[in-house]
């Protein structure tokens, strides 16, 4: 089974891809991590972020066990990592480059100990429309840009990056105005949209999963 959660930064992806992940055995692809790997080798080589030769040229190159170590850097997840994951994934080339990894996965889905997988959940932004249009069940996750970035504000702070609210605010918004400009970050058509503004976690996981438990008996027929 093949499972897409798509939508902006900080919607609660993530925390619903790891529960449905353990709950139905299934392997996990962040892809956002293809885009800050790719922005991170920008910033280690002291590159621009607009040189797009560069980063086309790192996307080629980057290979899973390269992505693995380059999200141990602490600047990874930071806020400095998400501008330049942006900033590259606006480039054309450097998807197409990236693609073929993303769907390989899912060919061969495999968890993080490396042993096989019967399916897996993908979460990003296009993972329903470009990486795996024919997935099982498609999830679209949003919620208000405030509420997205009050709760990556309390997560960097959590990790000791002291920076403002206003600031995480600004970039969340500027984000989302680069990322949603693609076709491609649209909802799928056949995805399923949550909004968790006013959602708990538990209530978006108990959503997920009656939709999943509802798709797996029309799929088992
Ligand atoms: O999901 P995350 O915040 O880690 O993604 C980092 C950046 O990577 C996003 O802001 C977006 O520009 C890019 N991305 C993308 N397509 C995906 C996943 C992430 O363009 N499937």
Redesign the pocket.
Same mark, same amino acid.
Do not use: C, E
């Given at each position: 089974m093949i499972i897409t959660i798509d939508g902006p +930064?900080a919607a609660g *992806?993530g925390t619903l891809a790891g529960k449905l992940a353990d709950k139905y055995n299934l392997a996990y692809f /962040? $892809? &956002?991590?293809v885009? %800050?790997a790719v922005g991170l080798e920008m910033l280690l080589g002291g590159f621009e972020l607009g040189n797009v030769d560069a980063a086309v040229r790192f996307a080629r190159n980057l290979t899973f066990p390269r992505m693995m170590e380059l999200s141990r850097n602490p600047v990874f997840r930071s806020l400095e990592g #998400?501008k330049a +994951? #942006?900033a590259v +994934?606006a480039v054309p080339e450097v %998807?197409t480059a990236l693609l073929q990894m993303q769907q390989d996965f899912s060919k061969n889905p495999v968890f993080a100990d490396g042993s096989p997988a019967k399916g897996a959940i993908y /979460? &990003? %932004? /296009? $993972?329903g429309t470009v990486?795996c249009p024919r997935a099982d069940i498609k999830f679209f996750v949003t919620a208000s840009p405030e509420i997205r970035a009050e709760r990556r504000h309390k997560e960097y702070l959590q990790k000791g990056q002291a920076v403002d609210y206003a600031e995480v605010l600004e970039q969340t918004i500027a %984000?989302d105005q *680069? /990322?949603f400009a693609r076709e491609s #970050?649209q909802p799928a058509k056949d995805a399923v949209i949550f909004d968790t503004s006013g959602l708990s976690i538990d209530e978006v996981f108990a959503k997920a999963c009656e939709i999943i438990e509802n798709r797996k008996i029309t799929l088992e027929k």
């Open positions: +930064a *992806k /962040d $892809t &956002g991590m885009y %800050r #998400s +994951a #942006s +994934a %998807r /979460d &990003g %932004r /296009d $993972t990486v %984000r *680069k /990322d #970050s």
